[in-house]
């Protein structure tokens, strides 16, 4: 077996893989700082035995090599609490021990050193028995060395006795400042880390929602597709049949419901398209006049407000950084659906704006059919339809996709209506983006088709 596994294999002694991080490496560092005591105390243990120096310091040797192996164990055990006391509170003492009946001068003054920031580290986040365990090494050398400089300062070869005291001193205060200094940077890491990992979580459960919103949106648009595409099949498949029987009458019919089913196709796909496109990443935000929003969706629709000769009140709306062609799209089909679903004489709709605590609310007020209030959420679900082709042509996208651009801008949406007496639909947005200054950006979480 190389040094490297043996290493590894020391290290690794009772270590719990299922434990946090930082407790493992704890559990890491105390397995290798009581190694290294151990192997010292071994190789001092048989100089002293050659060298015969005496029974005293052979016999203290032999207690520090019993309680090493006794921390190894209980390491082993997985009793890491046990260990890091014996290692931290028993040890001191007995080395403590050792210079009063010694005389110190075996290097006391760096195992000390070794225990204080030992303890520190082994006890990060117990932060008593952290100062406790720090302050308590400290005190037992300082007492010890006082003790034995008294009781030998005969045979003591210092000049001056307190010199290593004092150095000790110095030591801890350097290395106690590193390591404050080290926490510190530690903590930083550790908030960065966590806002780092929030932040991914947040991203991750926003492209999850989104990838759903995604294979939803492609097997229903896949299936609503394929309606119209059956229709025109089984009418070209009549028209064959019938240009045979050179039944003309019927041919007629059958092209009209094709057209239809041609003319649903263009919507379905050109529904799609919209999608896509409010979903495209790398888009430009600029100022934009909602005013003139307005008007370029009036031109859009014109011919279905020449068709009901509607009329479509608006004034004084804000400017926005948004994208421009978002916005067209939300209006086009707010204002396309209170067009659409109205019979009224003549139909309106009123166009307004207010400002409420952080938020801008602009509404969409009509005189249509309205909408029962069982259905007011439900509307904004991609392919949903209340009434069928036959009496109100469409694709059941319109409102999703008003829906998705709103809260591309962290706002939202919702309608209000008894189902009667039309409807009203309110967009709230962030007050934000009607400043110039660090508007709220789009969500960044956004996926194509």
């Known amino acids: 077996m190389s040094l490297s596994k043996i290493w590894s294999k020391i ?9 946090l991080g930082r407790e493992v490496i704890k559990v890491r560092l105390l397995n290798q700082l009581i190694f290294i005591a151990l192997i010292t105390s071994i190789l001092t243990l048989i100089t002293y035995i050659v060298f015969f120096d005496g029974h005293k310091i052979i016999l203290t040797t032999l207690s520090n090599i019993v309680l090493e192996i006794t921390a190894l164990t209980l390491a082993y055990n997985r009793k890491h609490m046990l260990a890091r006391h014996i290692s931290f509170f028993v040890f001191p003492a007995l080395i403590a021990f050792h210079v009063i009946i010694l005389g110190g001068n075996f290097g006391e003054a760096n195992i000390f050193t070794a225990l204080a920031f030992g303890a520190f580290i082994s006890y990060e986040g117990q932060r008593k028995l952290q100062i406790a365990s720090f302050l308590y090494s400290c005190s037992l050398y300082a007492g010890s060395k006082l003790w ?4 030998f300062s005969g045979i003591n070869s210092t000049v001056n006795p307190y010199d290593e005291i004092l150095t000790f001193a110095m030591i801890i205060i350097v290395l ?7 926490q510190n940077e530690i903590r930083k890491y550790e908030e960065q880390k966590s806002q780092l990992i929030n932040d991914l979580e947040e991203k991750n459960n926003a492209l999850f929602r989104i990838n759903e919103e995604l294979e939803q949106f492609t097997y229903i648009a896949s299936h609503d597709l394929k309606t119209p595409l059956r229709t025109i099949s089984s009418h070209l498949d009549l028209i064959t049949l019938h240009l045979k029987r050179q039944d003309f009458e019927a041919v007629n019919v059958d092209i009209k419901y094709a057209k239809k089913g041609t003319g649903q196709m263009y919507m379905l796909i050109n529904d799609i398209l919209e999608y896509k496109k409010i979903s495209k990443q790398n888009q430009s935000y600029d100022l934009v006049k909602l005013d003139q929003v307005v008007e370029d969706v009036l031109t859009n629709v014109q011919h279905l407000i020449k ?28 204002i396309e659906n209170g067009l659409k679903y109205n019979d009224a004489m003549p139909p309106t709709i009123k166009i307004q704006h207010t400002e409420k605590e952080d938020k801008i609310l602009l509404s ?11 259905y ?12 069928t082709n036959e009496k109100y042509e469409g694709t059941g996208i319109g409102l999703g996709l008003c829906k998705k651009i709103v809260q591309k801008y962290y706002g939202s949406i919702a309608v209000n209506s008894d189902g009667i007496n039309g409807s009203c639909f309110t967009v709230s947005l962030p007050i934000e983006l009607a400043q110039q200054e660090n508007p709220p950006g789009p969500s960044s979480a956004t996926a194509s088709i």
């Open 364 to 374: 969409f007020e009509d005189n249509g059919i309205g909408i029962y209030p069982e």
């Open 11 to 19: 290290t690794n002694n009772g270590v719990d893989e299922t434990a």
């Open 176 to 182: 106690l400042l590193m390591m404050f200094l080290y």
């Open 148 to 151: 034995a400089i008294q009781k």
């Open 307 to 334: 068709k009901k000769n509607a009329v479509i009140l608006y004034e004084g709306l804000p400017t926005l950084k948004v994208n421009k062609g978002d916005f067209v799209a939300l209006f086009q089909n707010i």
């Open 376 to 387: 007011h959420r439900k509307i904004f679900n991609f392919f949903i339809r209340l009434h």
